[in-house]
């Protein structure tokens, strides 16, 4: 089946909203299992769900088995290897008590993207497309960045600054493994990909787990029940970012994804019923005109 030109979008959407539930649910297995534990959830209790899905869509797709080459392999290491080093940076940055401007930083992720993009997978940036990442991106900023008065502390500054270029580097990864898989359909090259990626991450957090802190890999394994979703949560949004990248450029992907933010911000104010101000218009009017630019941009 011919994927159709908007098939990205959906998938992105999709992958942002499950990834905020994920998000909520991984933040509180942080307070007890701790980060590296909480971090473990992820891979762990989402492979059964990505082999699961991987299973559906190859059988489903009558297409060959894809085989990963070398290139596939090494591609899918560096991004896995960088996500978890991004997942480990995030979620102790949210420990910190400068937490929300180390999570606002985050959210240049989309810059990163297009740098390593054209640097590594030699994707051109037009002017349309840089656009859109710098308004989409300063709109971010705007909404999320705290107010007059908090305090800084440069150690979560500099892990949300980190997590950002790791989660950066780990979407380019991601893209260059399932490009490489030689004449594959697009689905089955990503929900492959995932789940040697997660294979992967499953196996190296294990083995750091088993030797440095054994209790936690106890205590992650004996958290099974409200773990069990997060897993699910965790393998839905990731398959859904790699169908992305399978069709579409990672800056696109993750500067579209940055409308998790903009769900999140108005959901927050409907619930509690506040204005919003002039500062939070300003935000949205850039997010929102970013996000126009982008999708405008992808029918040209």
């Keep these: 089946?011919?994927?159709?030109?908007?098939?990205w979008i959906v998938f992105t959407i999709i992958a942002a909203a499950a990834q905020t539930g994920r998000n909520a649910l991984q933040r509180d297995l942080t307070k007890r299992l701790g980060t590296v534990g909480a971090t473990q959830v992820r891979f762990l209790y989402g492979l059964p769900f990505a082999g699961l899905a991987c299973a559906l869509i190859i059988g489903l797709s009558a297409q060959p088995m894809p085989v990963p080459g070398a290139a596939s392999l090494l591609w899918g290491l560096g991004g896995a290897v960088a996500q978890m080093l991004a997942t480990v940076l995030l979620l102790a940055a949210m420990q910190g008590k400068s937490f929300v401007v180390a999570i606002s930083l985050t959210k240049i992720?989309?810059?990163?993207?297009?740098?390593f993009a054209l640097v590594l997978l030699s994707e051109s940036l037009d002017l349309g497309l840089a656009t859109a990442i710098a308004l989409a991106t300063a709109g971010v900023l705007t909404l999320s960045w705290p107010e007059r008065?908090?305090?800084?502390?440069?150690?979560p500054v500099l892990m949300g600054i980190g997590s950002g270029a790791l989660f950066g580097m780990s979407s380019i990864g991601f893209r260059g493994a399932i490009l490489a898989v030689p004449e594959a359909h697009y689905a089955g090259a990503a929900s492959?990909?995932?789940?040697?990626s997660m294979t992967i991450q499953?196996?190296?957090?294990?083995?750091?787990?088993?030797?440095?802190?054994?209790?936690t890999l106890t205590a992650v394994i004996q958290a099974w029940r409200?773990?069990?979703?997060?897993?699910?949560?965790a393998a839905g949004a990731s398959l859904s970012w790699f169908l992305a990248f399978a069709l579409e450029?990672?800056?696109?992907?993750?500067?579209l994804a940055l409308i998790e933010l903009l769900f999140a911000h108005l959901i927050a104010k409907g619930l509690f019923k506040q204005?919003?101000?002039?500062?939070?218009?300003?935000?949205?009017?850039?997010?929102?005109?970013?996000?126009?630019i982008l999708l405008a941009g992808s029918w040209n």
Excluded at 1 to 7: G, I, K, L, Q
Excluded at 109 to 115: G, S
């Design 275 to 292: 204005g919003l101000s002039r500062l939070e218009r300003i935000g949205l009017a850039l997010l929102i005109t970013g996000v126009v």
């Design 226 to 233: 409200p773990s069990l979703l997060t897993g699910a949560l």
């Design 149 to 155: 008065g908090m305090k800084w502390a440069l150690r």
């Design 109 to 115: 992720e989309p810059v990163w993207v297009a740098l």
């Design 192 to 196: 492959l990909m995932l789940v040697l």
């Design 1 to 7: 089946m011919t994927p159709e030109p908007w098939y």
């Design 249 to 255: 450029s990672a800056a696109r992907v993750r500067t």
């Design 202 to 215: 499953t196996l190296i957090l294990s083995a750091w787990l088993r030797y440095a802190h054994p209790g």
